[in-house]
Nanobody, 120 residues
Framework: QVQLVESGGGLVQPGGSLRLSCAAS????????MGWYRQAPGNGREMVAI???????NYADTVKGRFTISRNNAKNTVYLQMSSLKPEDTAVYYC??????????????WGQGTQVTVSS
């Protein structure tokens, strides 16, 4: 099986910055796309940013220009650098990865989530 563990969440003031990390472990042959999703109370889970195995990113319009997604394939880790944070960014952030556990077998895996709270 595959485990994804997020870290780096916490409380930050509006305009501040925070860096999230997500490390994948377990049965991993390779990792295709990775991404970050978030869910605020009463809302559905929304895509924040995704990044391909080749390092090409895509962002939700709400975070474009403020967030940066990156990855370290050697460490099976994806990062989300969040800057100019707004109260509306407050949510539980979940890591996602399409993990190739062996050639031709891909599992869509999720982390447990990490709380990000933006408040003064």
């Amino acid at each position: 099986q595959v485990q994804l563990v997020e870290s780096g969440g916490g409380l930050v003031q509006p305009g501040g910055s925070l860096r999230l990390s997500c490390a994948a472990s377990g049965s991993i042959f390779s990792i295709k796309s990775m991404g970050w999703y978030r869910q605020a109370p009463g809302n559905g889970r929304e895509m924040v940013a995704i990044i391909t195995s080749g390092g090409r990113p895509n962002y939700a319009d709400t975070v474009k220009g403020r967030f940066t997604i990156s990855r370290n394939n050697a460490k099976n880790t994806v990062y989300l650098q969040m800057s100019s944070l707004k109260p509306e960014d407050t949510a539980v952030y979940y890591c996602n990865a399409a993990v190739e556990i062996r050639i031709g077998a891909i599992l869509n895996s999720w982390g447990q989530g990490t709380q990000v709270t933006v408040s003064s």
